[in-house]
């Protein structure tokens, strides 16, 4: 079955620091690959996307590559701000339209 | 205006009882989702309707039971509710069964003692 796998939190990072969430998955056929980001008293949203293998999904300074070779999807950032606390979701969609979900990591930024 | 709102927010219950969560969305979107996320932050989906008809149905008690009265509605009713009912339900809704994006709700925060 499809599953989606990433880093346990929680992250705590200072501001202006470099930010990776790993995500790795395992998926049949061919997934889309989503990045949420879950803020604080709000629903999930979604933050970028990637649909093909070597797609970048960007969004916000967010980054994403989507490496069918390691099955990844990365979440990077190059300088964090204290507005980026959330949690964050990684998530594939295969086959079927239903997303499968990661158990989401929580970024906490201290100025 | 907010996009995909559910009630109650919070919700504390007595095990047996029979509650209900409301949903609504004003995107003028087809397709509505019932998510579950339990306390090791897991979410899974629950229930997918597209146009007011089921199209995803995932493993979930019979005493879950979806409602749509229209497009714009998806309701989650819970018979006789039990101590492992107690997590954190998120609505959400997309343009169709097939868009990528999915707007989702706040989330109502199920406690069932």
């Known amino acids: 079955g499809n599953s989606v796998t990433q880093m346990e939190g929680p992250v705590t990072l200072s501001e202006e620091a470099f930010l990776t969430i790993n995500c790795t998955y395992t998926?049949?056929?061919?997934?889309?690959l989503f990045w949420y980001v879950q803020y604080p008293g709000e629903g999930l949203q979604l933050l970028l996307k990637?649909?093909?293998?070597?797609d970048k999904g960007s969004n916000k300074g967010f980054e994403a590559t989507y490496r069918k070779e390691t099955t990844s999807f990365h979440l990077e950032k190059g300088s964090v701000q204290v507005s980026d606390s959330a949690v964050y979701f990684c998530?594939?969609?295969?086959?079927?339209?239903?997303?499968?979900f990661g158990k989401g990591t929580k970024l906490s930024v201290i100025p | 205006d907010t996009a995909v709102s559910q009630t109650p927010k919070y919700l504390v219950t007595q095990m047996g009882n029979d509650k209900s969560i409301k949903c609504e969305q004003n995107?003028?979107?087809?397709?509505m989702y019932w998510y579950k996320q339990d306390s090791k932050k897991f979410l899974k989906i629950m229930f997918s309707?597209?146009?007011?008809?089921?199209?995803i149905n995932e493993t979930v008690p019979n005493r879950f039971s979806p409602k749509s009265p229209d497009k714009a509605h998806l309701n989650l009713h819970i018979n006789s509710l039990e101590l492992g009912d107690s997590a954190v339900y998120f609505c959400?809704?997309?343009?169709?069964?097939?868009?990528?994006?999915?707007?989702f709700g706040p989330g109502t925060r199920l406690t069932v003692t």
């Open positions: 959400a809704s997309s343009q169709d069964s097939a868009a990528y994006e999915q707007y």
């Open positions: 998926a049949t056929g061919y997934p889309s």
């Open positions: 990637a649909t093909k293998a070597d």
């Open positions: 998530a594939l969609r295969a086959g079927s339209y239903q997303l499968t």
């Open positions: 995107l003028g979107h087809d397709t």
């Open positions: 309707y597209n146009n007011k008809e089921l199209i």
